[in-house]
Structures are given as C-alpha cells and as structure tokens.
C-alpha cells in the first residue's frame, strides 16, 4: 500500500471515528446464516435437524489484524408448528483485539393462514448473552506520541492519560422476529417477506463507566423463489437493516440449477450493498450438505486504499432430513 492509500485510509479512520455509534457486524450471505437474519426463521428448513457454519474475513487488504466473524448453529424442528435452535457467534475486529461473543437459544412456532396451510405465519423469539472485551494495552494515544529526528514514534511506556471501568462487559441480548411465506412446492412464485428487531432492551455495553446503550436494530428481508425451467430457479431478494444512524440496503439474485445425473443444485449470484460492495456468490447443494463461497468487492470511498478488496466469507450446512407425517410443507422455499 503506497503512502497516499495509508494517509487515506488513516484520514478516513479518523473522521469516522468522531461520529462512529456501536452497531452489529453484517454479513453478505445473510440468507445462509439464518437464525442470524431472524429468529423466526429456527427451524425453516427442510428437513429434521440443521447445523451451520460461516466464517468472515474482511479489510486483509488494510489491516495487519482483519474483521473476522465466526458462527455456528443447531436448530431442530420439534414438530410442524413449533422449532428450537441456538447460535454462537464470535466477532474480533482491529489491533486492540476488540471482541464480541454471543450465545443465543431461539424458539420459534409456524401457523398457517389459510386452509390449504401454504400461506403461513412464522413468529420467533431469541434471548440470551453476549460479552465484549478489548485489549487495553494494544492501543496508543496522541499523548503516548514522541517526535524523533526519524519523524517520531509512539512510548508505550508512557501514561495514556486514559481511564476504562473495565476492559469487559456481560449484557443479555433479546431479539424478535415475524416472516410471512407461501410454501406450496408445485407454484411457480414462492413470495416471502419478514422483519426482526434485535436488542430489544438496548443493553448498556459501556468500558467508561458512564452510560453507553447498544441501539435497537431493524431488518426487513424479502423476495420470492421463481420456477424458470424445470432445473432452474432464480431467487431475486432484498434487505434492509437499520440501527441509529446506520443503514444497510442489498438487493440481489442467487440462481439454481439442478444437475440431474449426479443430482446436485448448482448455485450462483451477484448481490450489490449500496456504496459499500459489489458480491460474487457461488456454491452446490448436494444431498445433505449445501456450501457457499462468496467475495466483496469493495465500491465504497475505501477502494482507493483497498484496490477494491473487501471481504471473503464461507458457508457450510447440513440438513438431517426424517420422515415427517404430515408431508404438507411447512417451510418457505427459500
């Protein structure tokens, strides 16, 4: 990275920073990371038990120490009406090695709307914990700074002039979720449309002692799975999350094409996040197992510092199926 990409990159930290809020991280295959994008979403799947994993990588291009976001979850489906789940999630961002872990047990029911029971009502709810923590020692301040004949550098040795309560905090975390859907397997369009809340109650996430809430996050995600062909489905989406004075709008297409010989569903899509990035995704689906690979091309102002390089992020999901007795679908074809 040349001189002027690192006074950019520095100048735009900088700036940033006098008017950064707390906010989540984000993820660009919001749809895999389901319990992630809703808790009214534990349990929509086909089949009897899901587990999934996703890892994030992001700004290799700028950073010694990148954004990574790594998770895990289980969801089951007790019945056609009622599921459970549980996901962990684990973000570390930035040299003082600031890091965010959260546990999340979910419970969701599905009702349907209609007789037929392929218009149907999702509700979920999430409650659990999470715990942040910085390395206090890792960082450096303009009063720790020391002009030299070489141009000057940073004494850690001296005092910071700094004061934190704590290093780490533990807050419960409550989360809230609706999705409507139209499951039935022989329409060509299958519509669906949801919206969840996260931290409900706006836990105080504060290292200063003084009060410091973590603002309430809205999302809204719809779209629809069209028939094309008898192999090809095409799943045009969109979302939109808010929180403070943050906003995050995607709009995107992800294609599947089914393989009949060795019976697998290719998948591949472009997804574009409004003056942030442009998305390659591609990825199979073959019996049990679905897996996803997906790159950020960074648009934002930030391009000049990173040659366009963003984030890569990997998906992996396995589905045991079991046979139901109702064999009515109860999921949205997602």
């Not at 990275?1 to 906010?23: D, E, V």
């Not at 570390?92 to 007789?115: C, D, E, H, M, V």
């Not at 297409?253 to 569903?265: I, S």
């Amino acid at each position: 990275m040349n001189l002027f990409s690192k006074f950019l990159l520095l100048f735009l930290g900088c700036s940033l920073g006098q008017f950064a809020i707390s906010q989540d991280f984000h993820l660009s295959q919001y749809d895999a990371a389901a319990l992630n994008t809703s808790p009214a979403l534990t349990g929509m799947f086909e089949g009897k038990h899901r587990v999934h994993m996703h890892y994030r990588s992001q700004w290799t291009a700028v950073s010694t120490k990148p954004f990574t976001t790594g998770m895990i979850s289980y969801d089951n489906r007790i019945n056609t009406k009622w599921s459970w789940g549980v996901h962990a999630i684990n973000y570390r961002a930035g040299a003082a090695s600031y890091n965010a872990a959260q546990i999340l047990p979910s419970l969701s029911y599905n009702i349907p709307l209609t007789k037929s029971k392929f218009h149907r009502l999702a509700l979920g709810v999430s409650a659990g914990a999470f715990h942040k923590s910085f390395d206090q020692n890792a960082l450096t301040w303009g009063s720790q700074y020391e002009a030299t004949a070489q141009g000057g550098q940073f004494n850690t040795g001296l005092s910071s002039g700094e004061s934190f309560q704590n290093a780490s905090v533990i807050r419960p975390d409550f989360n809230a979720g609706a999705m409507y859907f139209f499951s039935a397997p022989g329409s060509r369009i299958n519509p669906f449309v949801g919206a969840s809340v996260f931290h409900l109650s706006t836990p105080d996430e504060s290292f200063l002692g003084t009060e410091s809430r973590l603002p309430m996050r809205t999302l809204i995600h719809a779209g629809a799975r069209v028939g094309i062909t008898e192999r090809l489905s095409v799943l045009p989406k969109v979302f939109f999350q808010m929180q403070e004075g943050a906003q995050e709008i995607t709009a995107s297409a992800l294609a599947h094409y089914h393989l009949k010989g060795p019976d697998v569903f290719l998948i591949g899509g472009f997804t574009y996040r409004n003056a942030d990035a442009a998305i390659v995704d591609i990825g199979a689906k073959w019996g049990q197992w679905q897996a996803r690979l997906s790159y950020d091309f960074n648009v934002s102002t930030l391009k000049v510092a990173t040659n366009g390089r963003g984030a890569t992020e990997l998906s992996l999901t396995y589905i045991i199926f079991e046979n139901i007795k109702n064999p009515i679908p109860t999921c949205p074809r997602l």
